[in-house]
T-cell receptor, first 111, second 116 residues
Framework: RKEVEQDPGPFNVPEGATVAFNCTYSNSASQSFFWYRQDCRKEPKLLMSVYSSGNEDGRFTAQLNRASQYISLLIRDSKLSDSATYLC????????????FGTGTRLTIIP | DAGVTQSPTHLIKTRGQQVTLRCSPK?????VSWYQQALGQGPQFIFQYYEEEERQRGNFPDRFSGHQFPNYSSELNVNALLLGDSALYLC???????????????FGPGTRLTVT
């Protein structure tokens, strides 16, 4: 079983719609979680951290459910520029900086 | 403020050859991590260097080795290349701390290695 699992998609969503991604992790000791965005043939870039209480950044909302070991990302009012691959990341524990990535979920926003 | 840089951007090698990839971290960063990203997959952690020593290693064979220099730049070496080594190799830099919250890792543009 992979340490971090995501639905690879692709998700094809009309502009303005709301889209949600889920991700599960197997290591219950994982302490830190992130969502990265990766454009085609580019490097991953940090989109947002995921906190236990949930956090929001503009149109993006991230949530963590430790009991069920899953992380979610919600994108509201989707824009064409949101088209990218979204990578879920877990980190084992404090002081351990190994990022464990999921396979990524490919999102295409349709005009 | 220069970000993370990597060289070369593209590389084509033959099976059995050796390759060296280079990375210069973001200004002020002292920790370098290397990742391998195969097509359609997420990046996989290879190893991390801090204070010129390998601090952590992922599940990669000994054919993969590295080095960090006093100026914090780093090299990734791969010996006896296999076709399966074809991938995007990403370098990420961060400010290393002992314990405490994770510091953001900034990725370079990557080196695309093709093994024929």
């Amino acid at each position: 079983r992979k340490e971090v699992e995501q639905d690879p998609g692709p998700f094809n969503v009309p502009e303005g719609a709301t889209v949600a991604f889920n991700c599960t992790y197997s290591n219950s000791a994982s302490q830190s979680f992130f969502w990265y965005r990766q454009d085609c043939r580019k490097e991953p870039k940090l989109l947002m951290s995921v906190y236990s209480s949930g956090n929001e950044d503009g149109r993006f909302t991230a949530q963590l459910n430790r009991a069920s070991q899953y992380i979610s990302l919600l994108i509201r009012d989707s824009k064409l520029s949101d088209s990218a691959t979204y990578l879920c990341v877990a980190v084992p524990n404090f002081g351990n900086e190994k990022l464990t990535f999921g396979t990524g979920t490919r999102l295409t926003i349709i005009p | 403020d220069a970000g993370v840089t990597q060289s070369p951007t593209h590389l084509i090698k033959t099976r059995g050859q050796q390759v060296t990839l280079r990375c210069s971290p973001k200004s002020g960063h002292d920790t370098v991590s290397w990742y391998q990203q195969a097509l359609g997959q997420g990046p996989q952690f290879i190893f991390q260097y801090y204070e010129e020593e390998e601090r952590q290693r992922g599940n990669f064979p000994d054919r993969f080795s590295g080095h960090q220099f006093p100026n914090y730049s780093s090299e990734l070496n791969v010996n006896a290349l296999l076709l399966g080594d074809s991938a995007l190799y990403l370098c990420a830099s961060s400010l290393g701390t002992s314990g405490g919250p994770l510091n953001e890792q900034y990725f370079g543009p990557g080196t695309r290695l093709t093994v024929t």
